[in-house]
């Protein structure tokens, strides 16, 4: 392919370049899975009356689990199925919702409306 060839020759280094191997898909989507996991248990540690909302796979972003505090800060985490997400929130003991049926808490988008403000405000100063 005269394009891949004409990239590499741009500075993008060729497929493996860097002495080691590349990882496995499966190895790759276990560290994924795993930082996932390490950062959903590290946001609900931190953060007092923390939810769990299941969210419908998108095409861009699969199944996520997002984890909403109470003063509405927010995070979310691709997650490979279900039953997976709701086991993580019972091991947590947090209440755990499926957006579907439940939709948003007003106080996630209260909490975004606020960063964004804030967001606005500063790029103005």
């Not at 950062?39 to 609900?44: G, I, N, S, V, W």
């Amino acid at each position: 392919m005269a394009w891949w060839s004409r990239l590499r020759g741009a500075g993008v280094p060729a497929a493996g370049a860097g002495g080691g191997r590349e990882p496995s898909p499966r190895s790759a989507a276990r560290a994924e899975r795993g930082e996932a996991s390490s950062h959903l248990a590290e946001f609900a540690r931190t953060r007092v009356g923390v939810e769990a909302y299941l969210e419908p796979a998108t095409t861009e972003a699969g199944l996520t689990l997002l984890l909403i505090a109470t003063d509405g800060e927010w995070t979310r985490r691709r997650v490979p199925d279900a039953r997976t997400a709701q086991s993580f929130a019972q091991d947590l003991a947090m209440p755990f919702y499926d957006v579907n049926f439940t939709g948003y808490p007003q106080r996630m988008r209260d909490y975004t409306a606020r960063r964004r403000a804030e967001e606005k405000a500063r790029r103005r100063r």
